[in-house]
């Protein structure tokens, strides 16, 4: 039941405290799973992400980090796996929220008959692609009935920082907080997500910009809207917009730059170039403010990711409802995907 919620997309995003909760918890619980994934993880020649739509974006943002630690890492996305010659000594890092998509089924399978180990993160026990691992480490989101993946991608999100945290030796306090760091974004939000969503909504082409660990969320930004609010929406990698999709923006153009206070200053940049074009900026930044953006959603967190993620979903919620759709069953899509 949607619980007095007029949506279940809605109704999931308000539930991502909790999902993330109880994934951090089950993790917690299952430190020695956690740390025989990271001995593969570390001894592993190569670690290949797979997985397609949302849980790609949230592959990517785990292979940009492995990257970054000095691990090998190759994210793919599901349906292209036949570019890769997998071989033993790789290690295959497998995300799904239902674990039955078909083009994620058919990657593991190919890469373990030529001697890939396979780790999967899905949120279904027992699911096909869980059946088929070495290792399941599971998401405990619940049932996600809306089209739109939302708090799975929150705690698709959670999982890997935990994984990534344990890797690093941090201390695991921080993430302890995620569940309150949810929360408290999705509650500072709800009135200026609704506001851009509102605009966004009448818009026809959006650009979604991001750079380095916020370029998956900026990816992820425009999914959502594109899915369920049906407004083109684009992501760039922020610095390659002047090598060509710059040349769309004229006044009035929507440009939604993500920010997680890593790369502001580059950022900064992008924002004057897109600006100078006549673009409307919508900045969504944590931690680190921009300056002359149009409209700014302005966050403390110390995970970001986790504090941007709702907020990218709730925009896209309110731009298909302001148009009228029902964002829990967008035209043309499945929740899963069984064929190729
Ligand atoms: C987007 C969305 C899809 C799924 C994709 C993969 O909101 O839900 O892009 O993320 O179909 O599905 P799973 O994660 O079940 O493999």
Known sequence: SKEGYPHFMIKEIHESPRAVKDTIDSLMSDIDLVEKVIEEIKNAERVIVIGAGTSYHAGLYFSIELNRLGINSLPIIASEYYNVRSKKGDLVFAISQSGETIDVLQGIRMMRNSGAKIISLTNV?????????????????GPEIGVAATKTFTTQLASILFILSVLKKENLKKMEKAPDIVRDTISQVEGLTKKIGEEL??????????????????????????????VHAEAYPAGESKHGPISLVEKGFPVVIINDGELTELLQNNLMEMKARGAKIYAISVNKKMKDADVEIELQSEIPALSIAPVIQLIAYYAAVTKGYDPDKPRNLAKTVTVE
């Open 125 to 141: 026990i027992e699911s096909a692609i869980a059946r088929e691992s070495d290792y399941k480490i599971y998401m405990r989101a």
């Open 201 to 230: 909504a009448k818009k026809s082409n959006i650009y979604y910009l991001g750079r380095g660990l916020s370029l998956p969320l900026a990816m992820e930004g425009a999914l959502k809207i594109k899915e369920i609010a049906y």
